[in-house]
């Protein structure tokens, strides 16, 4: 068995170094590197060479690199010229000098190198990505290549910190839908980040690739976003596409924060997107548009978890099973009669505590606080600090429950009064 060896490589250094044949005679010199996407991600596809013929590629198997710091091809059969390799991503062309985004650092960097690595078994010698360079380390090997010979280039580079991105934490941006297609680049990490991460990542990035990713979302993570940045960005994302998908992402966001987005936007491609939207979404909203937005029936959410005065704890969990809305959100049950009149609140801490057969009234806090729905938000916030409240009902003039405030709102104003 012959041992496994690894050799770190810069990108950098490989870009323009002669590749010969066995017998030494030079067949072209490295252009750029291949890398393949979707389930091979990473994994070096093959060397653009340029040569006399123009440019070619060959597999990265059929390469290796030789003592004397030249490429050599093992077969020159295995050279052929360089079609459209739609499926590939091009580290020079497509990745140095762009911006990507770090899933596990949350946020835009920009490529200054790459690091590979040749991983030789026996006489084989295949090349892989190993990590993308954003500090200064790259930029210093590029600033100096030609002007450094190869070994005192890579030892100064060395003394520098590094500051690599390993490459399964590389999202890569592709503005051209119908060459992301091809790349079979997927942008499903994104949705697992947190939508206040993902918001300042698009904040971070230039408008083509902003709507790049933004329009790979799929309409759940895209409201949630949308619901964490600045209704002048909210415009921006929303731009480009048609009333029919905003209407899609809007019926997916808190109703009290698709009313805000939408009374930031043209009462006529407001209108329009609320035609396309389903009735019962479209009626919350409409409804929540007709509040003035700096009082507390203009900042509150019309999702929240109700019952009757006589429901029992077992119903409770069902109705929370059944919750459309955002489960995160939800901090009491509130217990309204025929009327809707708000009789009660229960917190969710007390019901995991209690027995299925308890009765919710039983239950409830000693005095339920609430709020009439045209109380401003400066009272509001003195009424959420005063009682320490996580959420406070809204009633109309009749008592009748209407929504509910909930302290991230009450937060978003105060900071934006600072």
């Known amino acids: 068995m012959h041992p496994r060896t690894t050799t770190r490589v810069s990108l950098t250094a490989l870009l ?6 066995a017998q030494g005679h030079i067949r072209g010199k490295l252009r750029d590197i291949a890398v393949a996407t979707g389930p091979d991600a990473g994994k070096v596809a093959g060397l653009v060479l340029k040569t006399r013929a123009g440019l070619c590629i060959v597999p990265s198997q059929e390469v290796m690199e030789t ?11 295995a050279l052929t010229p360089l079609r459209d390799q739609g499926n590939f991503l ?4 497509d990745l140095v000098d762009r911006q990507i985004i770090d899933i596990h650092g949350r946020k835009v960097v920009r490529v200054n190198d790459v690091d590979l690595e040749w991983l030789g078994h026996g006489s084989v010698h295949l090349l892989r990505v190993a990590e993308v360079e954003v500090g200064l380390r790259g930029a210093f090997r590029r600033v100096f290549k030609g002007l450094l010979p190869r070994p005192s280039l890579e030892r100064l580079s060395r003394r520098l910190a590094p500051r690599g991105i390993p490459w399964q934490f590389v999202d890569v941006i592709e503005v051209d839908p119908a060459r992301r297609v091809k790349l079979r680049i997927e942008h499903e990490r994104l949705a697992e980040m947190h939508p206040s991460d993902l918001a300042e990542i698009l904040e971070d990035l230039a408008p083509a690739e902003r709507e790049a990713i933004f329009t790979s979302l799929d309409e759940e ?5 949308l619901e964490e940045v600045e209704p002048k960005l909210q415009k921006a994302l929303l731009e480009k596409l048609d009333e029919e998908k905003i209407a ?7 109703p009290g924060a698709a009313a805000d987005l939408l009374a930031e936007l043209s009462e006529e491609q407001s209108d329009a997107i609320l035609e396309e939207m389903e009735p019962e979404e479209r009626q919350e909203v409409a409804e929540l548009l007709e509040f003035d937005e700096h009082s507390a029936a203009g900042c509150m959410t019309t999702d929240f978890v109700f019952l009757g005065t006589g429901a029992t ?7 929370l099973r059944s919750f459309d ?3 995160e959100s939800v901090t009491e049950i509130y217990l309204l009669d025929e009327k809707r009149v708000l009789k009660g609140a229960v917190a969710l801490a007390r019901l995991v505590m209690a027995q299925p057969e308890a ?13 009439p729905a045209e109380m401003k938000q400066n009272e509001l916030a003195e009424m959420f600090d005063k009682y320490n409240l996580h959420a406070l009902p809204v009633v109309d003039r009749e008592g009748r429950m209407v929504g509910v405030v909930q302290a991230d709102h009450v937060i978003s104003f105060l900071r934006d009064k600072l």
């Open 16 to 21: 323009g170094m002669p590749v010969t044949d």
């Open 67 to 77: 003592p004397a710091g030249t490429l050599e091809l093992r077969s020159v059969e």
């Open 90 to 93: 091009y580290l020079q062309q």
């Open 221 to 225: 993570v895209a409201a949630e976003t």
């Open 248 to 254: 899609d992402i809007v019926e997916e966001m808190d």
């Open 313 to 319: 704890v077992a119903q409770a969990v069902q109705a």
């Open 325 to 327: 809305g955002d489960p």
């Open 359 to 371: 009765h919710l009234s039983v239950l409830t806090e000693p005095r339920v606080l609430s709020c």
